[in-house]
């Protein structure tokens, strides 16, 4: 009785003071690295510009682990979209415009921040083509480039030539976009990794729901049409859906793709996506009335039947997920919360209480995923959406 007492009492002197000196704003800064050699073979972001990512290298027992993280930031549908984004100021449409990047998260070389994956290679491939590395076209008259899938391959091919090609384990995964990216190219990055490398895919908030809006339409798979059909991805999505689904396009859609997919998969994504509701599920257009803007923006205003209508998307979501299928074939970590891109917030992947979901962090979960052979599926109970961060900034 008292030795257990007494242990217990060592054991928390001693975490104590390690936890308490664990720093959540660390963060390093990563330079750029481009590929100048892709522009020859049309491997270019909307302007024309050489394809870039960056790159911290693995160390000790992780150096021949590979991460390799796809950069988030919506879609361009529209010639005037696209051009509109060769000029974005993060760079989503040309590596002219880009800088170094802040590496956190679940791309953080800090142990205590980053459990798993901190001394892998980590990579953070940055979003320059507007299709979720899908395109294979070109507009001569307005000089678009839509060029997203040779732009994987070229950044793929040039991973694989500083190392990745003898990886024993490599993970792709991305946020937003770029998780929808990791999902489309799954089984096109497993392709070209050698057979002996344990290969898997991740992604976060990428798993974007084919529902009908709040007007009882389909406007969002609208858009995806229009994304599909500008930058000539048809040929590029898995020819496993579009062999069979009509209209095609909606073969840029998860729920279509994932039962096609053969490589491993984990999902992190939350059943209230913010983005989601936002974009999706209550869209800013045909004056979408002032009481779904406020409900939108602060829950605690939503009316009972707007509640209703919040939770039928959630029943909707959990239903498109995946089968778990057997060994690590799927993984998945849906939370309850209103957040949209999760893993490379410090706060919400290994550190604030309120993320967590069956005491687990989503860094435990990912982490014990990616390199174990059973699958996993952590779903939050609760029904409602959630503020999840605890933890004051
Ligand atoms: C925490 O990390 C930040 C960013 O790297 C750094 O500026 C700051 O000095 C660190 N704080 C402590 C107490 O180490
Ligand atoms: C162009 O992009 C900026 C933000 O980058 C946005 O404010 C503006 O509305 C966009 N214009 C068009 C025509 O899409
Ligand atoms: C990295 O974060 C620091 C602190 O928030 C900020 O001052 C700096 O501009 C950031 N750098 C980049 C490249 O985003
Ligand atoms: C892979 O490993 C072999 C043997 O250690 C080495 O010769 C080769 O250069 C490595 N390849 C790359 C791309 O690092
Ligand atoms: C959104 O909600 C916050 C508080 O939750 C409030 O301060 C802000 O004014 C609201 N914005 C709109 C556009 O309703
Ligand atoms: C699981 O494995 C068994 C035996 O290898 C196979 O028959 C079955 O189809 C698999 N189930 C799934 C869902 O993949």
Known sequence: MYGRLYMLVSVLILLAP??????????????????PSAVKNGAVCLDGSPPAYHIDRGVGDGARNWLVFIEGGGWCDTTENCLNRTKNIFGLGSSKIMQAKNFTGLLSDNQQLNPYFYNW?????????????????????????????????AIVKDLLGKGMSNATNALISGCSAGGLSAILNCDKF????????????????????????V????????????????HGSTKNLPKACTSSMRPRSLCFYPQYVVPHVETPLFLINSAYDAYQIGF???????????????????TTTCSPDQIEILKGFRSEFLSALPRLGNGSFRGMFISSCLAHCQSQLQLNWNWDPGFRIEDKTMAEALGSWSTGRSSLQIIAGSELPKICLTTPL
Do not use: M
């Open 280 to 298: 999706i599920l209550a869209p800013s257009i045909n004056n979408l009335p002032q009481t779904w803007e406020r409900c939108k923006n602060d």
């Open 190 to 213: 497993r392709s070209f990794l050698p057979p002996h490398t344990n290969v898997k895919c991740a992604s976060d908030a990428g798993y974007f729901l084919h529902v009908k809006d």
């Open 215 to 230: 007007f009882g339409e389909y406007n969002y798979a609208n858009f995806y049409d229009r994304i599909v059909k500008l």
């Open 18 to 35: 390690v936890s308490l000196a664990v720093n959540y704003t660390y963060f390093k800064t990563v330079d750029l690295t481009y590929i």
């Open 121 to 153: 290679n980590r990579v953070f491939v940055r979003y320059c083509d507007g299709g979720s590395f899908t395109g294979n076209s070109f507009d001569p008259v307005n000089k678009l480039h839509y060029k997203g899938s040779k732009v994987f391959s």
